[in-house]
């Protein structure tokens, strides 16, 4: 079964930026649209980005986009999601997940296969 890991989960001051990675073990990326979500205590998880296997094509929520930029490196097996400007709401628990595709496409859903266990982002001055 695909394993995702996330990583790069901090502290970090209102404004301040931060730079999410995804990656896997035992199996390759490139065939997996590769989606990114959070979740705050006591709401539920919410979509932010999502990428395509070939990194052609991107999705983002309204409430990150112009902030946060997904892109993938598939020869690193890895899946980033660079996040700017950020506010203290953006705190929460960040995961990534993977769904296996035959189009280059992706969505931002609950139809994602492999979730990986999640990355804390604490906004907060």
């Known amino acids: 079964q695909l394993q995702l890991v996330e990583s790069g989960g901090d502290l970090v001051q209102p404004g301040g930026s931060l730079k999410l990675s995804c990656s896997a073990s035992r199996f390759s990326l490139d065939a997996y649209a590769i989606g990114w979500f959070r979740q705050a205590p006591g709401k539920e998880r919410e979509g932010l980005s999502c990428?395509?296997?070939?990194?052609?094509?991107?999705r983002y929520v309204d409430s990150v986009k112009g902030r946060f930029t997904i892109s993938r490196d598939n020869a690193k097996n890895t899946v980033y999601l660079q996040m700017s400007s950020l506010k203290p709401e953006d705190t929460a628990r960040y995961f990534c997940?993977?769904?296996?595709?035959?189009?280059?496409?992706?969505?931002?859903?609950?139809?994602?296969?492999?979730w990986g266990q999640g990355t804390q982002v604490t906004v907060s001055s």
């Open positions: 990428i395509s296997k070939s990194g052609r094509s991107t």
């Open positions: 997940a993977a769904r296996f595709r035959f189009q280059d496409m992706c969505a931002m859903d609950s139809s994602y296969d492999s």
